[in-house]
């Protein structure tokens, strides 16, 4: 299948989740309410979404398909408990515990397994504070949920043990779920729009068991009512989550170097902490008061140790801020030219044997203003710091985004033409800086000309050249440029290894910016 063919056909499968969903939903309430045909409607959409989250693994070829799997697994429970409890209605029969309670019941452990290895994944290598937050808030939801759900439901549940363990099982199993969605809501990374589908079918499926838990103590729950609808609606939920195009990704680590208590976090934990204080404060209220002065007294140091750690995450927060700008600073004053702003020696020098290392070929073209010294002597050290970084400011406009433009040190400059670099585009850009820095350039109300002499060396694709040896070249053929009259460049050759009228110059492996010593300021 092309690549085109399966796009088409995942956006059509995407679109018709929620389409037939719907359908068969209204269809459901359409029929007359427990009638076999309504049943029937019912154990079909279930199957359908089951099958719609196996294709949707299969459409989007997902990395992370074994949490997907094994949760499709725990919807095929619950619609294989649905099928079976069809079958018991047209028998006519209404048997408590059964195998359609066994099949509900497995599905529970079989969603909780696929939403662990989600977590699983998606925190490996990354921030596990929010694992610690989700459980945080899973604590306070047993307490919730034990005080309203499975405390009165185990003191009014048959003691015979096996009706006592299913009847257990549903609410412990809902328990379950609440702790794994918190902890898969707290992992870090982003929320895709399969990942909040995802949460929603969590949601709303625990919302159904609970109205259904609460139903079951007071005796009011309905065959075919609109609790039933609210499972179905979860069913479609999974589908549309496992169909839609970012459920490929969602499980994937996430890492995240800091976990920061957000506002809404600490809201949450904050409530999940004064849960059980408020609760037994409630259970007292008019009776003991030593308990509800404790209960309080707990709650307040909760809040007052939440605050604290907040503030603590916050001061740590920002400290590794401080840091990270500090060290940004240190590495740019390592590697760059207090003065220019331009790249220093040593940045020039890696880049040059890096370059070279990587075989990739490389052109130096060393650069040295013609006449400096005078400036310096006649105007003074202000004077010639302004024009260098004027030439520095020069340098940078004429060279390309993917050269490295440096300042040796003194008057000298340096720029690095790094990945298979042409000798005729070097010389080209040679050109346009001797025309650059030719220009005039007003220092202090005075108008100069500074011209400079250019060297380019190359190191040829592969060639295993020495980054002083290159340097040496480049400086050597800058040297031949000033002989022959200044203001221009030479490519070294190894006709010009000794510059006319000097000694050789092959034992001076670097630059050598000391040359031309700056004096002291003259009172001109």
Not at 55 to 73: E, N, V, Y
Not at 403 to 429: H, N
Request: aromatic share 6%; proline share 6%; with cysteine.
């Amino acid at each position: 299948m092309t690549n085109l063919n399966r796009n088409k056909l995942q956006t059509r499968a995407w679109l018709g989740v929620p389409l037939v969903g719907t359908l068969l939903i209204l269809l459901f309430f359409a029929l007359p309410t427990g009638a076999a045909e309504q049943s029937a409607v019912y154990d079909l959409l279930g199957l359908a979404a089951v099958g719609a989250s196996l294709l949707g693994i299969w459409l989007h070829r997902a990395s992370g398909w074994q949490p997907w799997l094994i949760m499709a697994l725990g919807q095929l429970s619950f619609v294989i408990g649905d099928i079976i409890w069809t079958i018991y209605a047209a028998l006519g029969e209404d048997p408590f515990p059964s195998l359609a309670d066994a099949a509900y019941v497995l599905g529970y452990p079989l969603i909780a397994l696929g939403l662990g290895v989600a977590i699983r994944r998606r925190v490996r290598g990354g921030d596990r504070a929010g694992l610690l937050d989700g459980a945080i808030l899973a604590t306070g939801a047993v307490v919730v949920w034990w005080t309203f759900i499975l405390g009165p439901l185990v003191a009014a549940t048959d003691p015979d043990p096996l009706t006592f363990a299913i009847s257990i099982a549903y609410p412990i199993g809902d328990l379950l779920l609440i702790g794994l969605a918190l902890g898969l809501v707290m992992t870090p990374g982003a929320k895709s729009a399969s990942f909040r589908l995802l949460v929603a079918h969590l949601v709303v499926l625990l919302i159904g068991d609970l109205v259904f838990n609460l139903q079951s103590l007071d005796g009011t729950y309905v065959d075919g009512g609109l609790l039933d609808g609210v499972w179905l609606f979860a069913y479609v939920l999974f589908a549309m989550a496992a169909m839609h195009p970012t459920m490929a990704a969602i499980f994937e680590p996430r890492p995240i170097a800091v976990a920061l208590l957000g506002p809404i976090r600490l809201a949450l934990l904050g409530a999940a902490m004064l849960v059980g204080p408020a609760l037994l404060a409630i259970g007292q209220a008019g009776g003991d008061s030593i308990v509800i002065v404790v209960a309080v007294a707990t709650a307040v140091l909760s809040v007052l140790v939440l605050v604290r750690l907040a503030g603590m995450v916050g001061h740590l927060s920002r400290d590794i801020e401080r840091r990270a700008v500090l060290e940004a600073q240190l590495s740019y004053q390592a590697f760059h030219d207090p003065l220019t702003g331009l790249a220093n020696r040593r940045r020039f020098i890696d880049a040059v044997g890096a370059a070279i290392a990587a075989g990739t070929g490389a052109v130096v073209l060393f650069i040295d203003l013609d006449d400096f010294k005078h400036v310096n002597d006649e105007m003074g050290h202000d004077a010639g710091d302004a024009l260098l970084t004027a030439m520095g400011h020069r340098i940078l406009s004429v060279i390309r985004p993917a050269d490295l433009g440096c300042r040796i040190g003194g008057d000298e400059f340096a720029v690095l033409l790094p990945e298979t670099a042409a000798l005729d585009q070097a010389q080209a850009v040679a050109q346009r800086l001797l025309e650059a820095l030719a220009a005039p350039v007003e220092i202090e109300g005075r108008e100069l000309v500074v011209p400079a002499s250019i060297g380019v060396a190359a190191a040829a694709l592969g060639e295993p050249l020495a980054v002083d040896e290159l340097l040496r070249r480049a400086d050597v053929a800058m040297y031949h440029a000033k002989a022959q009259g200044k203001n221009r460049l030479a490519t070294h050759d190894p006709t010009i290894d000794v510059v006319p009228g000097s000694t050789p110059v092959a034992t001076s492996p670097v630059p050598r910016h000391a040359r031309t010593p700056r004096p002291a300021p003259s009172s001109s």
